[in-house]
């Protein structure tokens, strides 16, 4: 989003995700008319809302995704099928997602391998959560260096003083045999790394395999005014509390009174998953959840010229007042 300098109205950007990856519209594009669903039978435009599968003129025509972790989510009962962007997820992502109307919830054996995301005074971020697991996240580039002790023992340097945690550092009893012709020798994961001796704590950390403390995500769909009913229900309360770091939602839905940091649904997932690659696994990115915002981005472009680049949408209109009032309300509890 940005601002109309001339009429000072916040306008919906042409390119919302400059930076992402997005498969092109062209089919959706083509659809002129309502098609029927394959499983139903009932007429939709792109794809069921309640089958969570494309239309027959879009069956094998659209992007597939697959996530790195299986999510649920958890619908409330009032959230409208046709407005919610959660559907998004069970079409694009149908093998690693499933869609629930609460309050029906599903039965989880084992709490500890599941995490909510929800904001709240308990939960904690991922990188903290993986901290918690005991495992390594090195924030810091710190080198460890190659040195000779008086036995004429090459062994690695204790250089990061201020980071406690480093898996190099408090290892204790390393082998003598670790460093031979410039290279430092640990085995960093199953396979095991050649490490080159100018490896910094940081870069070990990322050539290390994390593995995540769980194996599965529950996300609440509904307006933020609706959460309290399911996030309150006993059946969620035992499980670990995740929060998402903090972004500006690029949602054309009107919710009242909540700022451009409360994110729709979609949008949560995808940077959910993004920061879940980030820290468990060890390929570089290479847009492969992008597409989780393929229907998205294709309808942000529709608003977009249909109400005049969003200078008459209500969501746009009360973001910069509400976001004013959340301004001055942190400066003067500072």
Known sequence: MWFDKKNCAKIMEETPFPDIKISCHDVLESLDDRSECPNCHKSRKYYCYTCYVPVKDLENKIPKVKLPVKIDIIKHPSEIDGKSTAIHAGVLAKEDVNIYTYPCIPDYPDTEKVVLVFPSEDSVTLQELA?????????????????????????????????????????????????????????????????????????????????????????????????????????????????????????????????????????????????????????????????LLYFFTFMYKKIRHIYDGGKTLKAYQQRPEKNKKEKSKAENTS
């Not at 001796?197 to 395999?209: G, P, V, Y």
């Not at 529950?218 to 969620?236: A, G, M, P, V």
């Open 131 to 291: 901290g918690m697991a005991d495992y390594t996240y090195i924030k810091n580039t710190q080198t460890t260096n190659i040195v000779e002790n008086e036995n004429g023992v090459k062994n690695l340097d204790k250089q990061c003083s201020n980071r406690t945690d480093c898996f190099e550092c408090k290892d204790e009893n390393l082998d003598k045999n670790i460093y031979e012709n410039g290279t430092v020798k640990r085995k960093l994961t199953d396979e095991g790394n050649d490490l080159p001796r100018s490896e910094t704590c940081e870069n070990m950390a990322k050539r290390r395999k994390i593995e995540p403390p769980f194996d599965r995500v529950i996300f609440i769909d509904s307006t933020w005014n609706q959460t309290k009913r399911i996030y309150s229900d006993e059946r969620l309360k035992g499980f670990k509390k995740v929060e998402l770091k903090s972004r500006k939602t690029k949602f054309w839905r009107h919710q009242r009174d909540n700022p451009e940091t409360h994110l729709s649904t979609i949008e949560a997932i995808y940077y959910f998953v993004r920061d879940f690659h980030d820290l468990f696994v060890l390929d570089t990115y290479n847009g492969e959840y992008d597409d």
